[in-house]
């Protein structure tokens, strides 16, 4: 991507980078409390993530075999760069984590509970 495109997008996303940054819910977040609750309910949201990105991944890229070209290039090599990310980054310990792990492991060390996100996956488990 050149620089100029690199502008241009960075361009187009201020405002709504902006928006993102001041979001109110960073004001609502005050001590200990808040923040576990503001957790325990975000947690939905990184998985959510992650499972949009594999339908993406699903998508755009060849998830099956064999294996065949799909679609372009470009789009392929971001959304597997971005999966390579998500899923097996590194933690502050040097072990390879998703993200979603990793986030699980900060509301342990948070003393937050876990128990919606721990029902609802092992529903999704069983379904």
């Known amino acids: 991507m050149t620089t100029d495109r690199l502008a241009h997008i960075q361009k187009r996303l201020a405002k709504v980078r902006r928006r993102l940054l001041e979001h109110p819910v960073y004001g609502e977040i005050v001590d200990l409390q808040s923040l576990r609750l503001f957790m325990e309910y975000h947690v939905f949201a990184v998985w959510d993530f992650m499972s949009l990105l594999k339908a993406l991944q699903q998508k755009l890229t060849c998830t099956t075999?064999?294996?065949?070209t799909v679609g372009n290039p470009?789009?392929?090599?971001?959304?597997n760069e971005i999966v390579l990310a998500e899923e097996t980054d590194i933690n502050l310990k040097g072990e390879r984590k998703s993200h979603f792990e990793m986030y699980l492991d900060a509301m342990q060390e948070c003393e937050t509970a876990t128990t919606k996100i721990d029902t609802f996956?092992?529903?999704v488990k069983d379904y």
């Open 65 to 68: 075999t064999p294996w065949m």
């Open 121 to 123: 996956l092992q529903l």
């Open 74 to 79: 470009e789009m392929r090599y971001l959304i």
